[in-house]
C-alpha cells in the first residue's frame, strides 16, 4: 500500500540553522502535503504542493516534489525553539477521497 | 466553532469496557475524518465521513470499532470490549468537502485501556 516514509526518523539542530526532511512514498499522488505535530496531539497543516508543481514555499518553509523519484523534502529555514515538533508527510490514496496516510514522521529537537 | 474539537481529551478505562469518543467537526465540513495514532502503528486512517455516509470503513480494526455521524455534524467513535492495544491517540479531522485536501485535526483523545 502506498505509504510516506520520513527520512531521518530524529533530527537535532542549533537555532537560526536550517533543518530539511524528506519523504519518500511508493505509488502515484496527485497532492502531498506535511503536517506538524506538538506534544503528541493534533497534527497542524503546513502546507500541500501539488503533483505538478515542483516547489513551493510558505514563510520559512520550502517544499520540493519530486514525482519520477516518489520524494518531496520539507526545508525549514532559521530554524527556532518553536518549531521543535514531529513533522509527518501524507498523501491520498486517490484522486477525491482524501484518506490519508502518513509516514513515521520526523521528531525535530531544536536546540536554543 | 473555532477549530474542530473531540472529548473527552484523556480517557481511561478498563479492559472489557465499552468507550465512546466524540468529535465535532469545523461548522459547515461535509466531511469527516478518525484517525489512531499508536506506538507501534504510527498514524492510520480508520473511517471517513461524507455527511452522514461511510462509504469506507475498510480502516477499521475490528468489529469493535463503529462509528457514526447524525445531522452532517457530530460524530462518535465507539470501542466496545476494549483490549488493551486499542490504547492510542484517536484524532479527528474535517475538510470541507472531500475534494478539499487540506485536512483540519482536533486535539485528540489519548485512550489508556488498562
Known amino acids: 500500500s502506498q505509504q510516506g516514509e520520513e527520512d531521518p526518523q530524529a533530527l537535532s539542530i542549533q537555532e537560526g540553522e536550517n533543518a530539511t526532511m524528506n519523504c519518500s512514498y511508493k505509488?502515484?499522488?496527485?497532492?502531498l502535503q506535511w503536517y506538524r505535530q506538538n506534544s503528541g496531539r493534533g497534527l497542524v497543516h503546513l502546507i500541500l504542493?501539488?503533483?505538478?508543481?515542483r516547489e513551493k514555499h510558505s514563510g520559512r518553509l520550502r517544499v520540493t516534489l519530486d514525482t519520477s523519484k516518489k520524494s518531496s523534502s520539507l526545508l525549514i529555514t532559521a530554524s527556532r525553539a518553536a518549531d521543535t515538533a514531529s513533522y509527518f508527510c501524507?498523501?491520498?490514496?486517490?484522486?477525491?477521497?482524501?484518506?490519508?496516510?502518513f509516514g513515521q514522521g520526523t521528531r525535530l529537537t531544536i536546540n536554543p | 466553532g473555532a477549530g474542530v474539537s473531540q472529548s473527552p481529551s484523556n480517557k481511561v478505562t478498563e479492559k472489557g469496557k465499552d468507550v465512546e469518543l466524540r468529535c465535532d467537526p469545523i461548522?459547515?465540513?461535509?466531511?469527516l475524518y478518525w484517525y489512531r495514532q499508536s506506538l507501534g502503528q504510527g498514524l492510520e486512517f480508520l473511517i471517513y465521513?461524507?455527511?452522514?455516509?461511510?462509504?469506507?470503513k475498510s480502516g477499521l480494526p475490528s468489529d469493535r470499532f463503529s462509528a457514526e455521524r447524525t445531522g452532517g455534524s457530530v460524530s462518535t467513535l465507539t470501542i466496545q470490549r476494549t483490549q488493551q492495544e486499542d490504547s492510542a491517540v484517536y484524532l479527528c479531522?474535517?475538510?470541507?468537502?472531500?475534494?478539499?485536501?487540506?485536512?483540519?485535526f482536533g486535539p485528540g483523545t489519548r485512550l489508556l485501556v488498562l
Open positions: 461548522s459547515g465540513h461535509t466531511a
Open positions: 505509488t502515484s499522488i496527485n497532492n
Open positions: 465521513f461524507q455527511g452522514n455516509s461511510a462509504p469506507d
Open positions: 501524507a498523501t491520498p490514496t486517490r484522486a477525491g477521497a482524501q484518506k490519508l496516510v
Open positions: 504542493i501539488r503533483s505538478n508543481e
Open positions: 479531522a474535517s475538510s470541507l468537502d472531500l475534494y478539499q485536501e487540506t485536512q483540519y
